[in-house]
């Protein structure tokens, strides 16, 4: 027998309190074969991540199921119950992935017979629309049903508390007691009586428009939402901010769950972009704008020595800081802070302290980059990760937001088009200011989870003394965070950190060449030239025994 006796057990105890015919037919089936795959899927909930919950969309407890957002919503109901606020509005939104329109409905039928006053958002809709209308109805919650830019076979669930903010701990770890304590899906009252919120994508737009600073408005964008929610908000975004020369991928412009023609529906994946740019060269484009599925991250593609490329994070978020901070009115700001976390590079340290404003590091994710500084993010007027995510208008979305990111991208391009320059040449201008500041990463996918922490102790105990000829320094950022901080002269930095979404063990790289005499050229080679040799030494340092 595969599946031992209190395996089989638990699986009957679920498959009887599940709502959803279909996964209990799912389930039925895996255990009258004796499928060792059980043992999979009744390993537990999914747990609170960077950014909520993910899953494959699956019968059993361990995965993405109307069973487990009913019990899910069971358990952060009560858990804002017990803190003061039922009867509180709580948005409930969602995109166009399987399944997404059922999670949405039932969570928004448990909050309601829960006494919460429940806002239905109308249609699949962006993450940073939810985020808005959270924050801007003073709700107590709002629940965005999405697996952003996961597999197609993923779904999630995205909790933002009072302020539109995502969990921290220990508000998640308590949630998800709330969750082990609550009925099986069946036993949870669920009750058809919420509204719907017809003007959130309306109010969210409104607001938007207003993000421009300049005048110039003459830009022609390609654009692609990677068969996501994205791409019809992102038209009308970008109308409503002047800028109507903006040409779609066709084929990923439509809502589909199956993402039919990318392999990963992530920008930063490679070849997930290469419609885009194709695009953007054939139609002569001064800016690509590629959004992840649930638009809440956005990367940019610019033309540089004849041939498109997509920017980096960290080159898109110092574009973006360089464009709010001088153009930021001080006396409405008198205190500003930007922030990014320990894994992006460190040019945003020196572009704060040329403009005179307060800067953080966090850990990694807008949960934490939100609450910069003394811990609620007061004064805050950008922060940005190196996964391309960037909070341009915290005053009104305190999350990461693509199409916010992509009126502001568009208005800094064509104020610099004006101008008879492109990204490429400010880029230039800040490297000349600051440094090459040269990233990559090296990762190590694993199959068995247990590789990871194996290695993780193995630098803990065998910390390295030199890496690519160069002393360096090790800092261990536990209990804060699991991941160490290589430090180097020259500004080398390497963080090793297993990933909060995949599994992985995820080490970002840095190294920094000073311009001073040199031509930009010169320096961007010798930064790249030692960036190779630091991923050649990292990868070999994690990759060994």
């Avoid at 995965?63 to 606020?85: D, F, I, K, S």
């Avoid at 992840?292 to 800081?321: H, I, S, Y």
């Amino acid at each position: 027998m595969t599946v031992d006796a209190e395996l089989r057990s638990a699986t009957r105890r679920w498959i009887a309190g599940d709502i959803d015919p279909r996964t209990r037919a799912e389930l039925q089936q895996l255990l009258d074969a004796d499928d060792a795959a059980l043992a999979d899927r009744m390993s537990g909930m999914p747990r609170f991540g960077t950014a909520g919950l993910r899953a494959p969309v699956r019968a059993g407890a361990n995965g993405m199921n109307r069973a487990v957002v009913v019990r899910t919503t069971a358990g952060a109901a009560a858990w804002l119950t017990e803190r003061g606020h039922r009867g509180g509005v709580v948005v409930v939104g969602r995109d166009a992935r399987h399944g997404s329109e059922d999670f949405a409905t039932d969570a928004a039928g448990v909050l309601a017979a829960a006494g919460f006053d429940v806002r239905l958002l109308p249609e699949p809709l962006p993450t940073p629309v939810l985020a808005h209308a959270t924050r801007t109805l003073r709700a107590v919650a709002g629940i965005q049903i999405t697996a952003s830019h996961n597999p197609p076979q993923d779904n999630g669930y995205k909790l933002y508390l009072l302020g539109g903010v995502h969990l921290v701990s220990p508000a998640d770890i308590e949630i998800e007691a709330a969750i082990a304590a609550a009925p099986a899906a069946n036993s949870v009252p669920r009750k058809e009586s919420w509204s719907v919120h017809d003007s959130a994508l309306d109010d969210y737009l409104a607001r938007v428009a207003t993000l421009p600073r300049g005048d110039a408005r003459t830009l022609r964008v390609a654009a692609t939402a990677l068969h996501g929610v994205g791409a019809q908000p992102l038209l009308q975004a970008l109308h409503r901010a002047g800028f109507d020369d903006v040409h779609l991928v066709a084929s990923q412009a439509k809502p589909d769950p199956d993402f039919p023609t990318v392999g990963f529906p992530n920008p930063e994946e490679p070849g997930a972009t290469d419609k885009l740019l194709a695009l953007a060269g054939e139609i002569d484009a001064d800016l690509a704008i590629a959004l992840d599925p649930d638009a809440d991250r956005c990367a940019l593609g610019v033309e540089e020595n004849g041939t498109w490329r997509m920017l980096r994070g960290d080159e898109t978020g110092v574009l973006l800081a360089e464009h709010i901070l001088s153009t930021l009115d001080r006396s409405a700001k008198p205190d500003p802070l930007v922030a990014t976390t320990i894994v992006s590079a460190t040019m945003l340290r020196s572009i704060a302290a040329e403009f005179g404003v307060r800067y953080a590091e966090t850990l990694t994710g807008f949960k934490w980059l939100v609450r910069a500084g003394d811990g609620a993010g007061t004064g805050l007027v950008y922060a940005y990760e190196e996964a391309i995510g960037h909070c341009v208008d915290p005053d009104e979305v305190r999350d990461k937001d693509g199409i916010s990111t992509a009126v502001l991208s568009c208005d800094l391009a064509a104020t610099a088009k004006a101008a008879g320059r492109g990204l490429p040449e400010l880029l230039d201008v800040l490297s000349t200011k600051h440094g090459v500041h040269q990233t990559g990463q090296v990762s190590v996918r694993v199959t068995d989870l247990s590789v990871i922490p194996r290695i993780m102790r193995r630098l803990r105990e065998q910390p390295p003394t030199r890496l690519a000829d160069i002393t360096v320094d090790v800092e261990d950022l536990l209990p804060d965070t699991d991941a160490l901080v290589i430090t180097g002269a020259g500004g080398l930095r390497v963080v090793i950190r297993p990933s909060g979404t995949e599994p992985k063990l995820k080490c970002y790289l840095q190294v920094v060449e000073q311009v001073g005499e040199l031509p930009p050229a010169t320096a961007k080679q010798r930064a790249a030239d030692r960036l190779d040799a630091l991923k050649q030494a990292v990868s070999d340092l994690v990759r060994r025994g």
